[in-house]
């Protein structure tokens, strides 16, 4: 079997967020049939176990395994990191693919805003825990499952959590303006340690994601957009291809950098959000990259 790096695909361990359905459970899917073992990253612990069965059927690798996290919740991040440590002993890809949206202004246990602790904040403590497993599985990735909506937003620092004003469309593409920004920081912060990061938007995809907060006339306009199996192309190829193996801090659109929106290329809003993010995230500024 092809190889990235020195490690055969079999041997390879790759985490997926958000795996119980749509583009997740689809980039699960395409990674267990290259044969290395893939943990489904779930917050229900039903719909995961029927994701994991589903994936184990149809892409008859046994290595699928599921382990519940709530990314809502900074403590149930931390414990699934600790429990993933523990369990093993190399990462070579993390997909922080878990999204949420909400027409209205919803809080998590931690008093963040929902939209902006899942979709993002999340995937940005979930990266600094497993960093260290991720630097000494080198060469591995990171992959932040973003989106087109980041086009338009901005980062409203003075109300970064919506307090004063909340519109949940704007709410989610500032999320994922951030997963952007984050991915671009990060890479910096990692160049020369074997970590790529980079940014993916997967397309118009039907999946589930608002599927309860949107209008009939977009619920009847879903039908059209294009399947979670097209969505996961361009993810699986972010962790599998080596043709991107030396790619960092892109922006990718059907297996192609493209660039994201001005916004997403200011260094000085990147390297700003990343300090708000490690205060918000309860990270020491001293253990992180610099």
């Given at each position: 079997?092809?190889?990235?790096?020195?490690?055969?695909?079999?041997?390879?361990?790759?985490?997926?967020?958000?795996?119980?359905?749509?583009?997740?459970?689809?980039?699960?899917?395409?990674?267990?049939?290259?044969?290395g073992?893939?943990?489904?990253?779930?917050?229900?612990?039903?719909?995961?176990?029927?994701?994991?069965?589903?994936?184990?059927r149809?892409?008859?690798n046994?290595?699928?395994?599921?382990?519940?996290?709530?990314?809502?919740?900074?403590?149930?991040?931390?414990?699934?990191?600790?429990?993933?440590?523990?369990?093993?002993?190399r990462?070579?890809?993390?997909?922080?693919?878990?999204?949420?949206?909400?027409?209205?202004?919803?809080?998590?246990?931690?008093?963040?805003?929902?939209?902006?602790?899942?979709?993002?904040?999340?995937?940005?403590?979930?990266?600094?825990?497993?960093?260290d497993?991720?630097?000494?599985?080198?060469?591995?990735?990171?992959?932040?499952?973003?989106?087109?909506?980041?086009k338009?937003?901005?980062?409203?620092?003075?109300?970064?959590?919506?307090?004063?004003?909340?519109?949940?469309?704007?709410?989610?593409?500032?999320?994922?303006?951030?997963?952007?920004?984050?991915?671009?920081?990060?890479?910096?912060?990692?160049?020369?340690?074997?970590?790529t990061?980079?940014?993916?938007?997967?397309?118009?995809?039907?999946?589930?994601?608002?599927?309860?907060?949107?209008?009939?006339?977009?619920?009847?306009?879903?039908?059209?957009?294009?399947?979670?199996?097209?969505?996961?192309?361009?993810?699986?190829?972010?962790?599998?291809?080596?043709?991107?193996?030396?790619?960092?801090?892109?922006?990718f659109?059907?297996?192609?950098?493209?660039?994201?929106?001005?916004?997403?290329?200011?260094?000085?809003?990147?390297?700003?959000?990343?300090?708000?993010?490690?205060?918000?995230?309860?990270?020491?500024?001293g253990?992180?990259?610099?």
């Open positions: 079997m092809a190889a990235i790096g020195t490690t055969p695909l079999e041997d390879r361990v790759w985490l997926v967020t958000g795996a119980s359905s749509g583009i997740g459970k689809a980039t699960a899917l395409g990674l267990a049939r290259l044969g073992t893939v943990v489904l990253a779930c917050r229900d612990a039903t719909r995961g176990e029927a994701a994991q069965h589903e994936i184990v149809d892409s008859k046994p290595k699928v395994t599921l382990m519940i996290v709530d990314l809502a919740s900074q403590a149930s991040i931390v414990s699934f990191a600790e429990e993933f440590t523990q369990d093993y002993r990462l070579d890809a993390l997909v922080n693919n878990a999204g949420v949206f909400t027409r209205e202004r919803m809080t998590t246990p931690d008093g963040l805003e929902l939209q902006f602790a899942v979709n993002y904040l999340g995937g940005f403590l979930l990266s600094h825990l497993l960093l497993l991720l630097l000494a599985s080198t060469p591995s990735r990171i992959v932040n499952v973003s989106s087109s909506a980041h338009g937003a901005t980062i409203n620092f003075d109300d970064l959590q919506g307090e004063r004003k909340y519109a949940g469309y704007k709410a989610y593409s500032q999320s994922k303006l951030a997963q952007i920004l984050f991915t671009v920081e990060y890479a910096r912060r990692l160049a020369g340690t074997g970590v990061v980079n940014a993916v938007h997967p397309g118009v995809i039907k999946t589930n994601l608002a599927s309860d907060e949107t209008p009939k006339i977009f619920r009847f306009v879903r039908m059209f957009f294009k399947s979670p199996a097209k969505g996961a192309e361009t993810p699986i190829f972010l962790v599998a291809s080596p043709t991107v193996a030396n790619l960092s801090g892109q922006y659109v059907q297996r192609h950098v493209k660039a994201p929106s001005p916004q997403a290329q200011d260094p000085a809003v990147a390297r700003r959000l990343y300090d708000v993010s490690v205060k918000l995230a309860g990270l020491e500024s253990g992180t990259p610099s």
